[in-house]
């Protein structure tokens, strides 16, 4: 009988392994947060919440060390230190890098260098050499690379994929995405850096729109696009900065056309230059109907699909869970991706895929030229139907 405990005892505990709730467990993956901005409220609170079944946050870092105390406070277990202290930690496995664009690549390659495997802000890099030796030294590590945006994990695009691969829409023909705004600096409170290399709409807000058109029609093979830069600078009317003038450094309206290898072409429009609009943000247009899909920003919204021969839009319901903002989505998938071996859904090559891109359409519009790019992805292995909250196998 004593034989017959110690065997089920080793069955559910040796590994880091255990059944609970019908459920298989990992063993938690810690991590650090580098960044505490305004953006790392959610990642903490999802973090520390809804993936603690897989995450183990232990520690936060800023360089303005008071920043990095006040979310230790707010969050139980979490720890601030320095940005040395929490690379030379060797229980930190995951670092989650909430740093300014500009930073990075430099957080991230540290990181990795480390033997930390990394989970970036969008976007993965500011230039294509930055992300090649990111993504080259992960690998010599032994560590794994991951980028937002994770919101086409969430409820909203895996409906749509879904709908897509279930040949709802019929063949792909036609996608067109637009996001168009007047700026950021009537908000922000700190909005120097969307100005600056590595901003500009197509920057800031392009990876959710481009990451959601891959994660639903695969790798763009071709772009052309055209760019401009409206207004030299631009004065900041938010506080607490408000009568500061911020220097453009970037274009701040640009549109493109890609084609996809699978022979879709889409548009996209990003703009820090309109004062408002009515324009769909998202739209995927078959052989056989037209879907309106959410604001890729978001991890739910409204779908919308008019078959060809309906008069009427019909209503879709979401058929996946992570409708709210699940900021952190990613991290948990890159999480399970290092314990179990499997590829991350938002991971390195995805994200080099959607920088390229970006660079592309710029470089399109310097060179008056069409560009074809030179990377390509796999599709992200969509969710499973029917998941709990912090599940994502």
């Given at each position: 009988?004593?034989?017959?405990?110690?065997?089920?005892?080793?069955?559910?505990?040796?590994?880091?392994?255990?059944?609970?709730?019908?459920?298989?467990?990992?063993?938690?993956?810690?991590?650090?947060?580098?960044?505490?901005?305004?953006?790392?409220?959610?990642?903490?609170?999802?973090?520390?919440?809804?993936?603690?079944?897989?995450?183990?946050?232990?520690?936060?870092?800023?360089?303005?060390?008071?920043?990095?105390?006040?979310?230790?406070?707010?969050?139980?277990?979490?720890?601030?230190?320095?940005?040395?202290?929490?690379?030379?930690?060797?229980?930190?496995?995951?670092?989650?890098?909430?740093?300014?664009p500009n930073a990075h690549a430099e957080v991230a390659l540290r990181a990795v260098?480390?033997?930390?495997?990394?989970?970036?802000?969008?976007?993965?890099?500011?230039?294509?050499?930055?992300?090649?030796?990111?993504?080259?030294?992960?690998?010599?590590?032994?560590?794994?690379?991951?980028?937002?945006?994770?919101?086409?994990?969430?409820?909203?695009?895996?409906?749509?994929?879904?709908?897509?691969?279930?040949?709802?829409?019929?063949?792909?023909?036609?996608?067109?995405?637009?996001?168009?705004?007047?700026?950021?600096?009537r908000w922000h409170p700190s909005p120097e850096f969307y100005y600056k290399k590595?901003?500009?709409?197509?920057?800031?807000?392009?990876?959710?729109?481009?990451?959601?058109?891959?994660?639903?029609?695969?790798?763009?093979?071709?772009?052309?696009?055209?760019?401009?830069?409206?207004?030299?600078?631009?004065?900041?009317?938010?506080?607490?900065l408000a009568g500061k003038t911020i220097e453009v450094e970037v274009p701040t309206?640009?549109?493109?056309?890609?084609?996809?290898?699978?022979?879709?072409?889409?548009?996209?429009?990003?703009?820090?230059?309109?004062?408002?609009?009515?324009?769909?943000?998202?739209?995927?247009?078959?052989?056989?109907?037209?879907?309106?899909?959410?604001?890729?920003?978001?991890?739910?919204?409204?779908?919308?699909?008019?078959?060809?021969?309906?008069?009427?839009?019909?209503?879709?319901?979401?058929?996946?869970?992570?409708?709210?903002?699940?900021?952190?989505?990613?991290?948990?998938?890159?999480?399970?991706?290092?314990?179990?071996?499997?590829?991350?859904?938002?991971?390195?090559?995805?994200?080099?895929?959607?920088?390229?891109?970006?660079?592309?359409?710029?470089?399109?519009?310097?060179?008056?030229?069409?560009?074809?790019?030179?990377?390509?992805?796999?599709?992200?292995?969509?969710?499973?139907?029917?998941?709990?909250?912090?599940?994502?196998?």
């Amino acid at each position: 009988m004593l034989f017959v405990i110690f065997v089920i005892f080793v069955f559910l505990f040796i590994g880091g392994k255990t059944l609970f709730g019908g459920r298989t467990a990992v063993e938690k993956v810690n991590v650090g947060v580098v960044g505490c901005g305004a953006i790392s409220t959610i990642y903490l609170k999802n973090l520390t919440t809804v993936f603690s079944r897989i995450l183990q946050v232990t520690c936060c870092s800023d360089l303005i060390a008071s920043k990095a105390q006040d979310q230790a406070d707010k969050f139980p277990g979490v720890k601030a230190v320095s940005v040395e202290q929490l690379l030379a930690d060797r229980q930190v496995e995951l670092i989650v890098n909430l740093t300014i664009p500009n930073a990075h690549a430099e957080v991230a390659l540290r990181a990795v260098q480390a033997g930390k495997s990394v989970y970036n802000e969008k976007p993965l890099t500011i230039t294509r050499d930055q992300a090649r030796q990111l993504l080259a030294a992960a690998q010599k590590n032994n560590v794994l690379v991951g980028c937002a945006p994770d919101t086409f994990l969430g409820a909203g695009y895996q409906t749509c994929r879904k709908l897509v691969e279930e040949g709802r829409i019929g063949r792909p023909i036609a996608a067109n995405a637009n996001f168009l705004c007047r700026g950021h600096e009537r908000w922000h409170p700190s909005p120097e850096f969307y100005y600056k290399k590595g901003g500009g709409p197509m920057f800031d807000m392009g990876p959710y729109y481009l990451t959601a058109l891959v994660s639903l029609l695969g790798p763009v093979a071709r772009v052309c696009g055209s760019a401009v830069q409206s207004f030299p600078t631009r004065t900041i009317t938010s506080q607490p900065l408000a009568g500061k003038t911020i220097e453009v450094e970037v274009p701040t309206h640009v549109a493109g056309v890609m084609e996809f290898a699978c022979g879709t072409v889409a548009t996209i429009v990003t703009s820090f230059d309109v004062w408002a609009s009515q324009a769909p943000r998202m739209e995927l247009h078959g052989s056989e109907a037209s879907l309106v899909m959410p604001d890729p920003n978001t991890f739910g919204g409204k779908i919308l699909l008019r078959p060809a021969a309906d008069k009427e839009w019909q209503e879709i319901p979401l058929a996946y869970g992570y409708a709210e903002n699940s900021r952190g989505l990613g991290v948990a998938d890159l999480a399970r991706a290092l314990r179990t071996g499997r590829a991350a859904r938002a991971g390195g090559e995805l994200a080099y895929h959607v920088l390229d891109l970006m660079h592309a359409f710029h470089d399109a519009a310097a060179q008056r030229a069409s560009i074809e790019l030179e990377s390509s992805c796999a599709k992200p292995a969509p969710l499973p139907l029917g998941l709990a909250a912090g599940d994502l196998d």
